[in-house]
C-alpha cells in the first residue's frame, strides 16, 4: 500500500520505445517495505511481467527533490549544470557540516556551491545545490557518483544523491574515398557522398 503508480493504461508500446512509469513511495513508520509493480501484456502473445519494489522508511527530516540527479548525454567536450533542492522538512533546524562527491564518476561532477561548516537549514526551508557535470573529464559511457552531505540530524547523519552522466565521442573516418568511376569528357556526373557519424 505505500506503493502507487499511475499511467495512461491501456495503450500501445511501439517496438523499440520506451515506457516511463513513476513510482510513489510513501512510508508510514520506520521499516522496510516491499511491493510489485505488474505490468499485463496483450500483444504479440498474454503475459506479465513484474517488477520487485524495495523502499525504507526512516524518521529523518531531510529530503532530496530527486531520488537520483541525472545528466543526459553530453558530446565530450559539452558540460551542464543543474539544480537539485535539500530540504528541511522536519520542525527544527539541521546543521549542514560538509558536502563531498565520491565514486568512479567523481572527477566528472562538481558542486559549484560547497557547503560551509554548520551551515543551518530552518524548519521547512530549502537549499539549493548546484551540481556540473563535464564529459571532458570522464571516458565514454555512463559515469557514477554519490553526493554525501554530513549533517548533525541524529537519525540522518549522512544523505547521499545518486548521480549519473553520460559522455559520448563521436568519431569519422580518417579516410574517405570518393570513387567517381568512369566519366566521358565534357560530360557531367552527379555524385553522392555519404558522410556517416560511428560515434
Do not use: W
Not at 29 to 55: M, Q, R
Request: aromatic residues 6%; proline residues 9%; glycine residues 8%.
Amino acid at each position: 500500500a505505500q506503493f502507487s503508480a499511475s499511467t495512461a493504461l491501456p495503450m500501445p508500446l511501439a517496438p523499440g520505445t520506451t515506457l516511463d512509469i513513476p513510482v510513489v513511495f510513501l512510508p508510514d513508520s520506520a521499516k522496510n517495505y516491499f511491493g510489485s509493480l505488474c505490468l499485463i501484456f496483450d500483444l504479440p502473445c498474454p503475459d506479465t511481467v513484474c517488477i520487485a519494489l524495495e523502499g525504507i522508511g526512516v524518521e529523518g527530516d531531510l529530503v532530496f527533490s530527486l531520488p537520483r540527479l541525472r545528466f543526459d548525454s553530453l558530446a565530450f567536450c559539452e558540460e551542464r549544470i543543474d539544480t537539485v533542492l535539500l530540504r528541511n522538512t522536519g520542525s527544527s533546524v539541521v546543521l549542514l557540516k560538509s558536502a563531498s562527491i565520491s565514486g568512479a564518476g567523481a572527477p566528472g561532477f562538481a558542486l559549484l556551491n560547497p557547503i560551509t561548516a554548520n551551515e543551518p537549514l530552518a524548519a521547512g526551508a530549502a537549499r539549493e545545490l548546484h551540481l556540473r557535470f563535464r564529459a571532458a573529464d570522464v571516458p565514454d559511457g555512463v559515469a557514477t557518483a554519490s553526493l554525501f552531505i554530513s549533517t548533525d540530524a541524529p537519525v540522518q547523519p549522512v544523505l547521499e544523491l545518486p548521480l549519473s552522466g553520460t559522455r559520448v565521442s563521436y568519431v569519422v573516418p580518417d579516410e574517405i574515398v570518393l570513387n567517381v568511376g568512369q566519366v566521358l569528357l565534357g560530360s557531367v556526373t552527379p555524385i553522392v557522398a555519404d558522410f556517416t557519424n560511428g560515434g
